[in-house]
Structures are given as C-alpha cells and as structure tokens.
C-alpha cells in the first residue's frame, strides 16, 4: 500500500509557472487533488500556495498583481545578472505558514547545493527562503545562503523533482514546461543564460517518464519567454488546454 495515492511533480520555467495554473485546474475539475507536492523553481512556488490551501485561481490574482516575479534591472554582476524581488514578502503576506512542515500538504522543495554540487529535496525549513533559492536561476540570479550553504534553482540538478516521492505514490503527474526545443533566434544575454541552463535540465528525463502514470507537456508552452510577464492568460489556458480533452489513464 502506496502512502499518497496523487503526485504531483512541477517543473521550472519562470513565468511559465502560469500553465501550472491551468494544468492544476484542468486536473481538480477532473477530480484529481495532488495528496503530496514535489516542486522546483516556479514549481515549486505554485506547488507550495496549492499546499498551502491556495486555489489557482487565488494563485493566479496573487502572480498577475506582476510585482511575485519583478526582477531589478542589470546590476554588477558579482554574483548575478539579477535580483529576485519580493518573493519573500510576498509569500509572507499571502501565506500563513513559516515553515515548509507547517503547510497542509506534504511538500517538496528541489534546491541545488553549490557547496556539495548535489540535488536536495527539502520538506522542512523556512518556506519564503528556500523557494527564493529554488528560483535562482545560477548567473541570472544570485544564489541563496541556508544555514552556510549557498543554493540556486533546483532545475540545475533536477528539473522535474520526481525522486522525493517516486516510491510512496500510486500515480505520480509530472508537468513539464520547459521542453527543449529548436529556437529560430536568441536575442540577448539573458536568454542565451536561460537557454543555456535548461539545455543541461533536460539532459536526463527517463527517470521522469518511468515513475510518472501522466506525463504532461503544454503544447506551445516553449513559444514563451521564460522571464515575460505579458502572457499569463494565455499560458494558464495552453496548460488547462493540455488537460481538459485528455483521457486520463486513472
């Protein structure tokens, strides 16, 4: 007997995170509820307001007020090309909890250690501090210190976090929005650094496909920009999209 019976498993890819939005409701309006969350980057920022008793719709007012995902503009770049703004804040005014233990769902955060150069998957800590590291991106972002250690984007190790909770599971859904894909032009450093990071992501997707019962990729979702903040409607119904007409195998 299997701990949780639904997974669910979210993949990073910047504003992308807003087809979460809409994959999570095409699988609720179906009857699916997630029983254990494994998140990294904007997954696991989504991942944590739906553990946090959030609906996608709460989710989606809170990201399109557009100040969840500011950035500042290009600053010496000793660390990082960018700076997170607000997410911490924000988590603490939207969200009750301090803790990642403390949220009602079981939750999993994927963070890179740039100190042991390994994969961690957190499921206790401070919430707003840890989802900040799992969001940066190395280079575009500056990393994050937790107790002594610096961390960044969880994509960076493991992109689409199946392993904390592969084997408690009876059906894991994994989503990704970050398929690689060819791209006519690249226009600038920041895209060059981005594309560059999510070609190492998507080097090793077999364990993914192997413990996952619905493996979803939104069609179209790599048209986007992964820092654009001007298609969040769109993307919330390229992922409701990839969900509504599908026959799930459950």
């Given at each position: 007997m299997k701990k949780y019976k639904f997974g669910l498993?979210?993949?990073?890819?910047?504003?992308?995170?807003?087809?979460?939005?809409?994959?999570?409701?095409?699988l609720l309006e179906k009857g699916i509820q997630p029983d254990v969350i494994s998140g990294t980057s904007v997954?696991?920022?989504v991942g944590a307001f739906i553990a946090g008793g959030k609906s996608p719709?709460?989710?989606?007012?809170?990201?399109?007020?557009?100040?969840?995902?500011?950035?500042?503009n290009l600053h010496f770049p000793d660390d990082g090309l960018l700076k997170l703004g607000g997410l911490k804040e924000v988590i603490k005014k939207?969200?009750?909890?301090?803790?990642?233990?403390?949220?009602?769902?079981?939750?999993?955060?994927?963070?890179?250690?740039?100190?042991?150069?390994?994969?961690?998957?957190?499921?206790?800590g401070p919430l707003g501090l840890t989802l900040?590291?799992?969001?940066s991106i190395p280079v575009l972002f500056s990393p994050v210190k937790i107790n002594g250690q610096l961390y960044v984007d969880g994509g960076l190790v493991d992109n689409i976090p199946v392993e904390p909770i592969k084997d408690d599971c009876e059906h894991i859904i994994s989503v990704n929005i970050t398929p690689l894909n060819p791209?006519?032009?690249?226009?600038?450093?920041?895209?060059?650094a981005s594309r560059t990071f999510y070609m190492g992501v998507n080097a090793n997707m077999n364990g993914v496909h192997n413990y996952s019962s619905l493996y979803i990729e939104p069609e179209g979702i790599d048209k986007?920009?992964?820092?654009?903040?001007?298609h969040a409607n769109e993307l919330f119904e390229i992922g409701y999209n990839a969900v509504k007409d599908k026959t799930l195998p459950f």
């Open positions: 498993v979210l993949s990073g890819g910047g504003t992308r995170g807003f087809a979460h939005l809409g994959v999570i409701t095409g997954g696991a920022i719709e709460e989710i989606m007012k809170i990201f399109n007020k557009g100040w969840f995902f500011k950035y500042t939207t969200m009750p909890f301090e803790t990642i233990e403390d949220l009602p769902l079981p939750f999993f955060v994927a963070v890179a250690n740039l100190n042991s150069g390994s994969a961690e998957y957190l499921n206790k900040l590291a799992s969001a791209r006519k032009s690249i226009k600038n450093l920041i895209q060059i986007y920009d992964i820092l654009s903040l001007s």
